[in-house]
């Protein structure tokens, strides 16, 4: 599919930036005053502002409002309330801690979850669909909240916990790639069943359904060759996960952490571009884009 920038900011800085308020919702960093302000600051800046990106992927961003109406049906719309629910009740227990110096336990609990359940949420928009054999998987929601997670726990100064979630996040994400590889193959969908001519014997493009392009080609089929998929691999694992936690294992440093920070999103932003530009949606078979 069509490697969007708004929809990468989006999901890149959200997951960091939830991630972030899960583990401060847990106590950890045990903060308060001033320092807490600049963690909830930096939490809600990644949260607020990768949502806000996402908005710029619409036709309509005057009309966000109203995924907020289909929550019954709608993935999104489950995102957008669990994401005002998670901000307002972390904000209430942010303001605990920044001006009156204490920790309503319950209060950052129950954020986490809501914090968690949002990026889960995020994750099922794309896990659900049948259309995109690659993201109609399990480990879709398994490797966004592992990321979230990983980076939360990078971004909130929790080392020990960084060096296990960040591995294991990478272990998830090579996984994910791997099992992606085949899932097109794997899910039965072919140019036959595309066009519905599989009945009368083997089925090829002759030539294309029109000679121009159109909003299907445009967002749906979007091929990245196998050379240029693998370089970008290895530089999400390497910037994504390996630098972080060789940094991680050096004597601690505040400019040591910001490199490891910086390396963690340039690596995520990579492999979230992989997520989109690999995503072979079913429509390419009709016209012989797989």
């Known amino acids: 599919m069509h490697?969007?920038?708004?929809?990468?900011?989006?999901?890149?800085?959200?997951?960091?930036?939830?991630?972030?308020?899960?583990w401060l919702g847990l106590g950890m960093p045990t903060v308060t005053g001033w320092v807490a302000?600049?963690?909830?600051?930096?939490?809600?800046?990644?949260?607020?502002?990768?949502?806000?990106?996402?908005?710029?992927?619409?036709?309509?961003?005057?009309r966000a409002f109203k995924a907020f109406t289909?929550?019954?049906t709608s993935w999104l719309s489950r995102e957008a309330w669990a994401a005002v629910a998670a901000l307002i009740v972390m904000a209430i227990y942010g303001a605990g801690l920044v001006f009156f110096g204490t920790r309503v336990a319950f209060l950052?609990?129950?954020?986490?979850?809501?914090?968690?359940?949002?990026?889960?949420?995020t994750s099922?928009?794309?896990?659900?669909?049948?259309?995109?054999?690659?993201?109609?998987?399990?480990?879709?929601?398994?490797?966004?909240?592992?990321?979230?997670?990983?980076?939360?726990?990078?971004?909130?100064?929790?080392v020990t916990e960084a060096l296990i979630l960040l591995p294991v996040?990478?272990?998830?994400?090579?996984?994910?790639?791997?099992?992606?590889d085949t899932a097109l193959k794997s899910s039965g969908s072919d140019m036959a069943s595309a066009t519905g001519l599989g009945g009368i014997g083997q089925v090829r493009a002759f030539e294309p359904p029109h000679t121009g392009t159109n909003?299907?080609?445009?967002?749906?089929?979007?091929?990245?060759?196998?050379?240029?998929?693998?370089?970008?691999?290895?530089i999400a694992l390497v910037l994504g996960?390996?630098?972080?936690?060789?940094?991680?294992?050096?004597?601690?440093g505040h400019l040591l952490a910001l490199i490891a920070v910086a390396a963690h999103l340039a690596g995520i932003a990579a492999s979230r571009w992989l997520f989109f530009a690999e995503a072979e949606h079913v429509v390419g078979l009709y016209y012989g884009k797989r």
């Open 3 to 22: 490697p969007a920038p708004s929809v990468i900011i989006f999901t890149t800085l959200s997951g960091l930036g939830f991630g972030l308020l899960i």
């Open 37 to 62: 302000f600049v963690f909830f600051l930096i939490a809600y800046a990644l949260a607020v502002g990768g949502l806000l990106a996402s908005t710029f992927h619409l036709g309509h961003p005057e």
């Open 70 to 72: 289909q929550w019954r």
């Open 108 to 121: 950052g609990w129950i954020g986490a979850a809501l914090s968690l359940l949002t990026v889960y949420c």
């Open 124 to 158: 099922m928009i794309y896990g659900q669909l049948k259309t995109v054999p690659r993201w109609k998987t399990p480990l879709t929601p398994v490797l966004l909240m592992a990321i979230s997670l990983a980076g939360g726990a990078l971004l909130a100064g929790q």
């Open 169 to 180: 996040a990478a272990v998830v994400q090579v996984v994910w790639w791997v099992k992606g």
């Open 215 to 234: 909003y299907l080609l445009r967002e749906f089929v979007h091929v990245v060759g196998r050379k240029h998929a693998i370089k970008l691999r290895a």
């Open 241 to 252: 996960y390996a630098v972080p936690v060789a940094l991680l294992l050096m004597p601690f």
